[in-house]
T-cell receptor
Framework: GQNIDQPTEMTATEGAIVQINCTYQ??????LFWYQQHAGEAPTFLSY????GLEEKGRFSSFLSRSKGYSYLLLKELQMKDSASYLC???????????FGTGTRLLVSP | EAGVTQFPSHSVIEKGQTVTLRCDPI?????LYWYRRVMGKEIKFLLH????????ESGMPNNRFLAERTGGTYSTLKVQPAELEDSGVYFC???????????FGSGTRLTVV
């Protein structure tokens, strides 16, 4: 079976840092994706981790620990436009499909 | 470069009717995927095309759902007859190969009443 867990909702203040955690239990795990989705829009790619460690891309960073089945997305210098849902998704070896968590709705307030 | 286009953006139909959703992938993308998100749940995989062939349709809920990809270009997903539990947002995605560069469309919100 496959299971992805992430918090349902988080709130943060403009300019702050927020960390969104994701734990996964999947068979034949290959890599871990993070997507951002604004209401009514397409999920857009943020990051992909296949090896352990931190991947930094501007204000956004993503971390993966394969041994712990754990990932997080770190958002720095939060802006109002970062209010969105953040989706954690795992890919399995040999497949080209993604298994998603339910998403974390982030609300950034002034 | 045009993105993945889905049509219609919204559809409201009565239980028992038929609905056809369309997806136009990014030009040149051989891989096309359908996903669905029902209210309050996670996005779930439905099926995967490579060109016109179904590579994996393990996520299709039942035989009321029929997906086609004519000539390896656009794809359609038909629901016949629609049931209340089919309501949700249907996403299409395409890629050149592998999971990098996996681009989603904005989705079709289907409401069955």
């Amino acid at each position: 079976g496959q299971n992805i867990d992430q918090p349902t909702e988080m709130t943060a203040t403009e300019g702050a840092i927020v960390q969104i955690n994701c734990t996964y239990q999947t068979s034949g795990f290959n890599g871990l994706f993070w997507y951002q989705q604004h209401a009514g829009e397409a999920p857009t790619f943020l990051s992909y981790n296949v090896l352990d460690g931190l991947e930094e891309k501007g204000r956004f960073s993503s971390f993966l620990s394969r041994s712990k089945g754990y990932s997080y997305l770190l958002l720095k210098e939060l802006q109002m436009k970062d209010s969105a849902s953040y989706l954690c998704a795992a890919s399995n070896t040999g497949f080209q499909k993604l298994v998603f968590g339910t998403g974390t709705r982030l609300l950034v307030s002034p | 470069e045009a993105g993945v286009t889905q049509f219609p953006s919204h559809s409201v139909i009565e239980k028992g009717q038929t609905v056809t959703l369309r997806c136009d992938p990014i030009s040149g993308h051989d891989n096309l995927y359908w996903y669905r998100r029902v209210m309050g749940k996670e996005i779930k995989f439905l099926l995967h095309f490579v060109k016109e062939s179904k590579q994996d349709e393990s996520g299709m809920p039942n035989n009321r759902f029929l997906a086609e990809r004519t000539g390896g270009t656009y794809s359609t997903l038909k629901v016949q007859p629609a049931e209340l539990e089919d309501s949700g947002v249907y996403f299409c995605a395409s890629s050149l190969g592998g999971l990098r560069g996996y681009t989603f469309g904005s989705g079709t919100r289907l409401t069955v009443v």
